[in-house]
């Protein structure tokens, strides 16, 4: 891919220049507020260089400013498509510096939120995706339409539609009642049948494959080394997955495949998000038909419910991280023994995915580097924090 | 999976002349410029600490850390600790992105939050903050600015836009030009007793 | 501006009366105003998670269409209206006011969530902007955190009202010579130059900030590093104190 010469100089008497072309921050497929650089001859891109910050909005100062509590609804709006998922690695993080114990019950709850929120995310991907391709939002329509169902659900549970909030060190806020997990199992009914209605329209497609096969190939070695996570790794071939490798939750109880891709182009990226979407619906189905009873918060943590200036993690740092839809999400928390952090820091799968955006569209045409970024699954807020 | 102290020893006699330090359940590497040496150890040995999760930068008052946090994705272990410790005055700290791509935004974040120099970082740039920014806004003596209140700066740009700045804000941003002070946000207070 | 609608001078009952037999009266304010606030077209421009409920709105089950504003335009030349949906950054900033710039007259300002009000949860950030209202001129405030759908689509009827308030004798761009631009701030050393623009906006008299919502947000300066080169506390205190704690003081 590289060996190909793109230059045109002393193609005869002619002679051209690059031009370089700015997409974004505003711009329709740019997913928010970000920004390329982009140098092109003709059409093919010389060199893309990412300009980020443009909603840098100081999560972590913020955080390390206030209580560890305090902190929950912001990691809500980090990626604000899996407020559930960016929960459950902060949640996560400060149990293992505070030392606290989750009932079993929470542990599950916790499952299932997150299973439900990388359904939400990989079917809004796959719309956003396919609006990159040029479907003109028709993918959206159907993606939000499945979308609009389990948010529905989040807003029952936790009492917001997109912000949730609704993890607590040590369990959960509120109760799952029975019938809020029998709407959970009719969702799992119906969303297979919209998975085969979305893979008919999508997946033998001629037009996507031919614009998505071949294009960005992430070789992986340099998956592995750029620290690449999430589906886009394992669309690489690498077998790695946090839930698998850490086995943190209860994740080692239920039974999952990891979905692996063959190349790593679009195509991969795209298709392993789809039989991810499948072992998600497994691990729901599994975790609602076991669930026990019992409580939902420590014991220890109730109190702090009320008051959670008064919680005061001891001296010490903790560094947990999650399966988060997009990769790896972790969290490095370093307690003074005070009620503030003292480090609060996000490592942010958006923010590290991208470091190879530039090796990818190398050699491609402009009209590529929209679809790859596009697979790649960024979401400003986790990338800029 | 190793302990922390095995691997202090193993690292210890594989390469002469490094120091190490448990610091709980991290390695705290006593001269910064063995850290090159130290990484290329762990990604290459039996150990296979081929991912490097996550850098981070931090400030504790007396000096500046830069923290690592490696894991394998081949014999799915980890994580090793890894901290390098430098001076506030000037932070420099050796590169890990010729050995491991994934540190080329994490560093460039440290550096933008920070100011941690990173030697040998083939494109060391502010990432979130725009260039001409000054200072290190994730450090713990940032003076964030009052947002509320005009310096003669914005008033001189503004009266060059040919719009009216009104009297009181243009009087209250030369009374802060004579006294030589910027507009600075209140600081909060103290924290609270233990 | 006032809210009233034009109300035509004709009564209503022969109105109704009138268009049963097919004839239609009305005023020229109100032929005009109804064309522009039923097709409404949004830029497609969106900044943070608030975007994604307003492509929710847009989507099947809220579905803006209704109210004629489903035409996403990605370009300011051919918006109408300007729905500032999420934190607006000291970076991003210039880049907001530029857009509001190349949009072309009549051009409406919705912000969308407490961030573009006035920098939401965040407005302690170095790198947040207070508002995006301290640039340019806004139409309709939309608080919420994200708002719901719902209440973007009660935005928007909103500006329908307003627009419906409006008459072509008096109405800024019915004038000759109108051009609404505002001055785009600069990156300075610290922030954004200038802070805000005075034409637009100016500070309150009063910081009644601790009033209303009692302590504010940072509750502590360290001045102490914590030592983790230490060992660790013995266990009996490296778990968070089991007594119940203290009632917290009221905020």
């Known amino acids: 891919m590289t060996e190909k010469t793109f230059s045109l100089h002393g193609a005869g008497d002619m002679d051209t220049q690059t031009l370089e072309i700015n997409i974004g921050p505003q711009h329709p497929s740019t997913h928010g507020v970000f920004r390329m650089n982009v140098v092109l001859d003709g059409e093919t891109i010389v060199s893309l260089k990412p300009v980020m910050g443009y909603l840098h909005r100081n ?34 993080a400060v149990e293992k510096l505070a030392n606290i114990e989750v009932p079993e019950r929470a542990h599950y709850i916790r499952i299932i939120m997150a299973e439900l929120t990388r359904l939400v995310n990989h079917v809004s991907v796959i719309g956003f995706l396919l609006n990159d391709l040029g479907a003109f939002f028709t993918p959206v329509l159907y993606a939000f339409r499945e979308r609009e169902k389990i948010l529905d659900i989040f807003e029952e549970v936790a009492g917001a539609r997109m912000m949730c909030n609704y993890l607590r060190f040590g369990g959960v806020k509120y109760d799952l009642s029975p019938e809020v997990l029998a709407r959970i199992a009719g969702i799992l009914k119906k969303f297979p049948k919209f998975l085969e209605e979305f893979e008919t329209l999508l ?44 086995n943190y939750s209860l994740y080692e109880r239920f039974k999952f495949r990891v979905p692996l891709g063959q190349k790593g182009d679009v195509y991969d990226r795209y298709y392993v998000r789809i039989l991810e979407m499948r072992e998600s619906l497994k691990i729901l189905e599994q975790a609602v038909k076991e669930i026990p009873a019992g409580d939902i918060m420590s014991k220890k943590m109730v109190p702090f ?81 | 999976m190793l ?23 991290s390695l705290l590497l006593e001269n910064p410029n063995d850290l090159l040496k130290v990484a290329r150890f762990l990604k290459e040995s039996d150990l296979g600490l081929d991912y490097l999760s996550s850098v981070t930068g931090a400030d504790y008052l007396t000096y500046l850390e830069s923290v690592y946090h490696f894991y394998s994705m081949a014999q799915k272990s980890g994580p090793v600790v890894l901290r390098v ?36 970082h083939p494109d060391l740039r502010r990432v979130f903050m725009w260039e001409g920014f000054e200072g290190w806004p994730m450090r713990k003596d940032y003076q964030q600015e009052d947002s509320e209140t005009l310096e003669m700066a914005d008033v001189a740009w503004l009266e060059n836009q040919g719009v009216k700045v009104p009297e009181p804000i243009k009087a209250k941003a030369e009374e802060l030009e004579k006294q030589g002070k910027r507009a600075l946000a209140q600081k909060p207070g103290q924290p609270e007793p233990q | 501006m006032a809210f009233s609608p034009n109300a035509s001078q004709v009564d209503d009952g022969l109105k109704s009366e009138l268009a049963k037999k097919g004839i239609v009266v009305t005023t020229l304010n109100q032929l005009y105003n109804w064309g522009r606030r039923s097709s409404i077209w949004p830029m497609q421009f969106g900044l943070a998670c608030c975007a994604i409920e307003m492509i929710a709105t847009a989507c099947a089950r809220y579905d803006i269409a209704r109210f004629g504003a489903e035409l996403f335009r990605p370009s300011p030349r051919q918006s109408d209206l300007m729905i500032v949906a999420g934190t607006v950054t000291k970076k991003m900033a210039p880049q907001v006011v530029r857009l509001y710039n190349q949009m072309a007259e009549p051009k409406y300002v919705i912000t969308m969530g407490a961030c573009s009000i006035a920098g939401g949860p965040f407005i302690d950030g170095y790198n947040v902007l207070r508002g995006i ?15 719901r759908p719902e209440a973007l689509l009660y935005g928007l009827m909103e500006l329908q009202r307003k627009i419906d308030g409006q008459e072509i004798e008096t109405t800024e761009w019915y004038q000759k010579g109108l051009k609404r ?71």
């Not at chain 1, 031919?210 to 294009?215: A, E, G, I, P, T």
């Not at chain 2, 922390?4 to 610091?23: N, Q, R």
């Not at chain 3, 300066?221 to 119940?244: C, E, Q, T």
């Open chain 1, 59 to 92: 999560h972590e100062q913020i955080a390390e400013n206030m209580s560890y509590t305090g902190s929950m609804p912001y990691t809500d709006r980090l990626d604000y498509f899996n407020s559930m998922s960016n929960n459950f690695g902060y949640a996560m």
């Open chain 2, 3 to 25: 302990s922390t102290a095995d691997l202090k020893t193993k690292i210890e006699a594989a390469i002469p002349g490094t120091t190490l330090k448990l610091v709980r359940e």
């Open chain 2, 85 to 120: 410790r430098t001076d506030r005055q000037n932070p420099q700290i050796p590169s890990l992105t010729a050995l491991y791509r994934g540190a080329e935004f994490q560093e460039r974040e440290a550096y933008d939050m920070y100011g941690i120099v990173y030697e040998g």
């Open chain 1, 203 to 246: 997946t033998k497609n001629e037009i996507l494959c031919m614009r998505c096969q071949n294009v960005g190939v992430l070789p992986a070695e340099l998956a592995v080394s750029a620290s690449v996570t999430g589906p886009m790794l394992r669309a690489s071939g690498v077998n790695y997955d946090i839930r698998k490798a850490d």
């Open chain 3, 181 to 251: 631009e505002y001055p785009i701030p600069d990156f300075g050393p610290h922030g954004l130059i200038p802070k805000f623009n005075p034409e637009v906006w100016n500070p309150r008299e009063t910081e009644n900030r601790k009033e209303r919502y009692g302590e504010p947000i940072l509750i502590g300066r360290k001045d102490k590093a914590p030592n983790l080169d230490l060992p660790p506390a013995p266990p009996r205190s490296a778990a968070p104190a089991p007594a119940a704690p203290p009632p917290e003081p009221a905020s």
């Open chain 1, 305 to 385: 419910l009320k008051s959670p200036r008064n919680f005061k993690p001891p001296v010490g740092e903790a560094y947990a991280r999650v399966e988060a839809p997009k990769g790896e999400l972790g969290y490095y928390v370093v307690s003074d023994g005070t009620a503030q952090p003292w480090r609060y820091h996000v490592r942010a799968p958006s923010f590290i995915n991208l470091t190879i955006l530039e090796d990818l569209c190398i050699g491609q045409k402009v009209a590529d580097a929209i679809i790859i970024l596009g697979s790649v699954d960024i979401v400003l807020g986790e990338l800029d924090r």
């Open chain 3, 133 to 147: 209202d301290r640039y340019i001129p806004i139409d309709v405030h939309l608080p919420g955190c994200p708002p």
